[in-house]
């Protein structure tokens, strides 16, 4: 079972990036999925995720009406949409699922999340 992550790379402020997660051994669209980032010196933070039952999503308010994250139940993906970077999005950019719930908390215990993905960079400079 793994999860993997493509897309990230340099943006200039105010540009876009579409990130996306692939996953193997498991299908996506039976699971709440999120993403997290980590940025330099920074704790990792949960910052979008989207639930099973609805197709809800939810998203941390440093992101939020700037970030957009779908699925992709043939391709069996998911993505994220980064539009209107900032410097501050600079981070590693993680898929993780199962996740318990999507409930815009991002409040996990260490053990509730099944699966990373080994992340992707994301830097946004001019």
């Known amino acids: 079972l793994q999860l993997e992550e493509s897309g990230g790379g340099l943006a200039q402020p105010g540009g876009s990036l579409r990130l996306s997660c692939s996953a193997s051994?498991?299908?996506?669209?039976?699971?709440?999925v999120g993403w997290f980032r980590q940025a330099p010196g920074k704790e990792r933070e949960g910052i979008s995720c989207i639930s099973v039952s609805d197709g809800n999503t939810r998203y941390a308010d440093s992101v939020k009406g700037r970030f957009t994250m779908y699925r992709d139940d043939v391709e069996n993906m998911v993505h994220l949409q980064l539009a209107s970077l900032k410097p501050e999005d600079t981070a590693v950019y993680y898929c993780?699922?199962?996740?318990?719930?999507?409930?815009?908390?991002?409040?996990?215990?260490?053990?509730?999340?099944?699966?990373w993905g080994q992340g992707t960079q994301v830097t946004v400079s001019s």
């Open positions: 051994g498991f299908t996506l669209n039976y699971y709440a």
């Open positions: 993780v699922a199962p996740l318990p719930r999507c409930d815009g908390s991002f409040d996990y215990g260490s053990t509730d999340i099944g699966y």
